[in-house]
């Protein structure tokens, strides 16, 4: 089956540290999104991001479709980034498009 | 904006019992889903819904699990007789078209005693 790969598992910064987050696929990268999730438990969604570079305060992101791979990019973290980031996509060729997700990166941001 | 809406947040139920998990769609959207999410783990889809039927099931989704959209507003699935290990994050998400994102809602919190 189709496997969607991220790294690190575990990432643990200080509070305003940079970072970057992979996300590999096993293949094409169709509609791919970028999800927060918080110490509740709540989906954030951050990105969708099929192709291309988009930017949202302190975070951005990047797809590049034809190598099968993006990158989330947190910059000066903050406390509140604290949590799992988990990427997700339909690929081609589903009967419907559900969401693949990777097993996610843990982030702890210390004070 | 516009947002997925999830009920309960919480539901504690005993093992055998029936549950069902409410979900209210964007209003302009055309597909369903529903996820789930063992503590710990990544988001697993467990069915898709599109008019009026479903299109898509996991391995997951067996003869316990069932959905509906009764009324044209909420989405429903429901869970004949629940087991210890259906405890999970349940999340409802919708979208427009197959090439659009998927809008998730807060999640239902299931706890099997």
């Known amino acids: 089956g189709i496997q969607v790969e991220q790294s690190p598992p575990d990432l643990i910064l200080q509070e305003g540290a940079n970072s970057t987050l992979r996300c590999n696929f096993s293949?094409?990268?169709?509609?791919l999104q970028w999800f927060h999730q918080n110490p509740w438990g709540q989906l954030i969604n951050l990105f969708y991001i099929p192709s291309g570079t988009k930017q949202n305060g302190r975070l951005s992101a990047t797809t590049v479709a034809t190598e099968r791979y993006s990158l989330l990019y947190i910059s000066s973290s903050q406390t509140t980034d604290s949590g799992v980031y988990f990427c997700a996509d339909n690929f081609y060729g589903g009967a419907t498009n559900k969401l693949i997700f990777g097993t996610g990166t843990l982030l702890a941001v210390q004070p | 904006e516009p947002e997925v809406t999830q009920t309960p947040s919480h539901q504690v139920t005993q093992m055998g019992q029936e549950v069902i998990l409410r979900c209210v769609p964007i209003s302009n959207h055309l597909y369903f889903y529903w996820y789930r999410q063992i503590l710990g783990q990544k988001v697993e889809f467990l069915v898709s819904f599109y008019n009026n039927e479903i299109s898509e099931k996991s391995e997951i989704f067996d003869d316990q699990f069932s959905v509906e959209r009764p009324d044209g507003s909420n989405f429903t699935l429901k869970i004949r007789s629940t087991k210890l290990e259906d405890s999970a994050m349940y999340f409802c998400?919708?979208?427009?078209?197959?090439?659009?994102?998927?809008?998730f809602g807060d999640g239902t919190r299931l706890s099997i005693l």
């Open positions: 293949d094409s990268v169709n509609n």
């Open positions: 998400a919708t979208t427009t078209g197959m090439n659009q994102p998927q809008h």
